[in-house]
């Protein structure tokens, strides 16, 4: 039997991480794990329970007793039984969601949740800490970004193709600050690790990316033993 392997992609909004990670992990046969949609469903079940954005404890709590799942591959996201993968992708979602990964108890218990999904599985596992601190001996590490104007480009694009048409001024704004305070927060800021692999998909199409990624997976997890098809 071949052993675990855990491959790390850490990086900001909007540089193409989900769609990489996904592309990779399909490709490999391995787990997706989307961190992001946790936190955001965290969020999502504060701001439906009326808790304060900034009520640690309270918030912890609710982290604790939190049951997400992923299903069909990922591509569905249970929240305590509740299929909430539209309703975690609102912009008020995702404000919530930067919010409540500031709080350290939260983290915590997102990050006891990601190692145990883990357990036993070979995994491609986006986020922003995954690198430095759920998994510090990944296998390997990719910090995937992109320039600004790139990264806001594409995530109008997602939203326009969900029907949501916003002023692009307003979406680079909501991203630029959600940014800020992912990488200015004391606990595991997003920063790359010292030994990530910098990816820049700026101009890059989806499978230019895909191809870079597997060939830095090769190079780092074929010892003759693991086969990338
Ligand atoms: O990747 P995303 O945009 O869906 O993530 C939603 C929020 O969760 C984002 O503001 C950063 C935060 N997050 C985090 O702090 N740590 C992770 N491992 C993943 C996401």
């Known amino acids: 039997m071949s052993r675990r392997v855990v491959i790390a992609i850490d990086g900001p909004s909007g540089a193409g991480k989900s769609t990489i990670a996904k592309a990779v992990a399909s490709r490999l046969g391995y787990i997706y794990i989307d961190t992001g949609a946790m936190y955001r469903a965290v969020g999502l079940w504060a701001m439906r329970a009326g808790i304060a954005l900034d009520d640690m404890h309270k918030l912890e709590e609710l982290a604790r007793h939190s049951e997400i799942e992923f299903a069909a591959g990922a591509a569905t996201?249970?929240?305590?039984?509740?299929?909430?993968?539209?309703?975690?992708?609102?912009?008020?979602?995702?404000?919530?969601?930067?919010?409540?990964?500031?709080?350290?108890?939260?983290?915590?218990?997102?990050?006891?949740?990601?190692?145990?999904?883990?357990?036993?599985?070979?995994?491609?596992?986006?986020?922003?800490d995954i690198g430095t601190v759920v998994f510090p001996d990944a296998d390997v590490k990719i910090f995937l970004d992109a320039e600004a104007d790139a990264r806001a480009t594409r995530r109008l694009e997602e939203l326009r193709q969900k029907g949501q048409d916003l002023a692009a001024e307003a979406i680079t704004r909501e991203m630029a600050e959600r940014d800020r305070r992912d990488s200015t927060r004391a606990d595991s800021p997003l920063v790359q690790a010292p030994d990530a692999v910098y990816l820049d998909s700026t101009g890059l199409s989806i499978e230019e990316v895909q191809e870079a990624v597997l060939r830095i997976v090769r190079s780092r997890v074929s010892n003759g033993k693991e086969v990338v098809r």
Do not use: C, F, H, Y
């Open 77 to 128: 996201v249970l929240l305590n039984g509740e299929d909430v993968t539209g309703a975690i992708r609102d912009r008020a979602v995702s404000d919530a969601a930067s919010k409540v990964s500031a709080i350290p108890g939260v983290r915590r218990a997102m990050v006891d949740a990601q190692r145990r999904m883990a357990e036993g599985a070979s995994v491609v596992m986006e986020g922003r």
